[in-house]
């Protein structure tokens, strides 16, 4: 893209990210547990490092399977931690698998998709920030999503990852309105 948000910088994994997938609607319960999972483990980390590592993620973590990964216990925390292509990182790993069986209960009661998009009516939320300084890191709105997943049983959920979350899996569009990808992924809303 040529106009795009001023955080993309000249990696190429980083510009593809922004200019096919940030903002994009998600609604896939799967997928977006995927997210939220990934962007509890870049707590502490910028999200280039996570977005190298994401397919070792992906083969590590049985595909982002959670019906697979809520079976897992301490075996599979230390094969986990023995894996240098992932973050390694004992309370994110534990984490990962109790969110696990978290988002089955929450799948099995009124699908994780559907858990996350009420929050929104079921469409994304159109902002049209001008320029990044001015897009928040968290918001009312993410506060009480992330209290509601801690309810649920999540954790490496606070306010701060739930709205980047929410940005990434286009809750929000956050793209910035001179950004080529603003008005593209607003048309993407159901």
Request: aromatic share 12%; net charge negative; charged share 25%.
């Amino acid at each position: 893209m040529s106009n795009s948000c001023a955080w993309v910088g000249s990696e190429p994994i980083y510009i593809s990210y922004h200019d096919e997938e940030w903002g994009v609607p998600e609604y896939d319960s799967r997928a977006l547990w995927e997210k939220l999972i990934l962007d509890g483990f870049q707590a502490g980390l910028s999200w280039i490092t996570i977005l190298k590592k994401r397919d070792n993620f992906r083969k590590a973590f049985a595909g982002f399977d959670p019906d697979v990964i809520a079976g897992w216990g301490e075996a599979d925390v230390e094969r986990l931690l023995g894996d240098a292509g992932i973050v390694r990182h004992r309370g994110k790993i534990e984490a990962t698998i109790g969110n696990a069986k978290a988002w089955q209960v929450i799948e099995a009661r009124e699908g994780f998709d559907n858990f996350l998009w009420n929050y929104m009516g079921g469409k994304p939320l159109q902002n049209r920030f001008e320029a990044v300084d001015q897009i928040p890191t968290q918001t009312p709105l993410s506060v009480q999503i992330s209290k509601d997943l801690k309810k649920e049983g999540f954790r490496f959920c606070g306010p701060t990852i739930v709205y980047a979350f929410m940005e990434a899996v286009g809750m929000v569009n956050d793209h910035v309105v001179g950004c080529d990808c603003h008005d593209r992924v607003a048309k993407l809303a159901r």
